[in-house]
């Protein structure tokens, strides 16, 4: 009897992520690191899911006005609680990506240098 409760209780959960899945979040772009990170006066631009495996450590961002993307070796505590940040240099050019979730606050700051120099203007965005 235990097992056809429990299994019941697994149909109804799978069902209901399937079926509505992650929250829907609005996207906003900010002027700066510190507006992404209170998300206060930014210009809405799209919605979004984030969609976390836990298991595997990896997050697949879907925007709606933009392409998917999915970061590995994420740090990940739960849905609302998780950590994607990446450095990287090739050829003299260095790519900072902060993407990050915060009691189910999203802040994502991206930063191109040449060596010290900005090649791009700073991308910083937030969703609430």
């Not at 019941?8 to 906003?28: E, K, M, N």
């Not at 899911?49 to 993307?69: A, P, T, Y």
């Not at 998780?82 to 900072?96: F, K, L, V």
């Not at 191109?112 to 900005?118: F, G």
Request: proline share 2%.
């Amino acid at each position: 009897m235990k097992l056809v409760i429990f299994l019941f209780f697994l149909t109804v959960h799978s069902f209901s992520y399937a079926f509505w899945g992650p929250r829907t979040y609005q996207i906003y772009e900010c002027s700066s690191s510190a507006q992404a990170h209170s998300c206060e006066q930014c210009k809405f631009i799209s919605k979004g899911k984030f969609l976390v495996n836990k298991d595997q450590k990896f997050v697949i961002s879907q925007v709606e006005i933009g392409r998917s993307k999915t970061d590995a070796n994420c740090r990940i505590i739960d849905d609302k609680n998780w950590d994607c940040s990446s450095t990287d240099t090739t050829a003299g050019i260095t790519t900072i990506i902060k993407n990050q979730m915060n009691d189910g606050k999203w802040i994502f700051n991206s930063r191109v240098y040449s060596e010290t120099r900005l090649l791009f203007p700073p991308k910083d965005l937030c969703a609430k």
